[in-house]
């Protein structure tokens, strides 16, 4: 089965520039999380889907973070405009949503630098 | 509100030597508890969890914590280091029941381990 998978892997842009992020969550898990990690802090979440509706998005920094999960499926993350502070690793997590524990399965993540 | 102590954000042992990770972690509720490892260049991997029950858990790659709720601690401990152990590692919480939860994290622990 294959796991969680994020593209790209590595993105450097230049601020003001837009960026999208990539989520393919395991086939059949529901629940879909984001989270980032900026240089020298802790991971932190940014937001929650359920399918395709946004359960928490308490974690967003702002609104140049928008995120989308069309059809229940993949989810984007789109940053626009970027500034230096969205560098950092962005992390993609899925879970079942029934019949299953609490733990989430974590993508390779993506390396966003912002110049 | 939730939170997660990582006393440490380097330790460096010697091969063979035990390894122990503190975790320290505040919650209002009953917490789930999570060690999470990140090799390089991958995503975070489950090392093991607690949800309800024995209070020593057992992991992958011969790592256990003990959820200790007198002091709030979930430590990480391996009787004798592998050079392969070289990686970071999370602590987690959540206190929600069941799948759709958001994961409280730690700062990190990077592991050394010298020869």
């Known amino acids: 089965e294959a796991g969680v998978t994020q593209f790209p892997s590595h993105s450097v842009i230049e601020k003001g520039q837009t960026v999208t992020l990539r989520c393919d969550p395991i086939s059949g898990h529901d629940n879909l999380y984001w989270y980032r990690r900026v240089m020298g802090k802790e991971i932190k979440f940014l937001l929650h889907f359920v399918k395709e509706s946004k359960q928490d998005e308490s974690g967003m920094p702002n609104n140049r973070f928008l995120a989308e999960r069309t059809g229940g499926t993949y989810s984007t993350l789109k940053v626009q405009p970027a500034e230096l502070e969205d560098s950092g690793v962005y992390f993609c997590a899925s879970s079942p949503l029934l019949g299953a524990g609490p733990e989430q399965f974590f993508g390779p993540g993506t390396r966003l630098t912002v110049l | 509100a939730q939170s997660v102590t990582q006393l440490g954000s380097h330790v460096s042992v010697s091969e063979g030597a035990l390894v122990l990770l503190r975790c320290n972690y505040s919650?209002?509720?009953?917490?789930?508890l999570f060690w999470y490892v990140q090799y390089p260049n991958q995503g975070l991997q489950l090392l093991l969890k607690y949800t309800t029950g024995a209070t020593l858990v057992k992991g992958i790659n011969g790592f256990e914590a003990e959820f200790k709720k007198s002091e709030t601690s979930f430590h990480l401990t391996k009787p004798s280091a592998h050079m392969s152990d070289a990686a970071e590692y999370f602590c987690a919480v959540t206190s929600h029941m069941g799948a759709g939860n958001m994961l409280t994290f730690g700062g990190g622990t990077r592991l050394m381990v010298k020869p």
């Open positions: 919650s209002s509720v009953p917490p789930y």
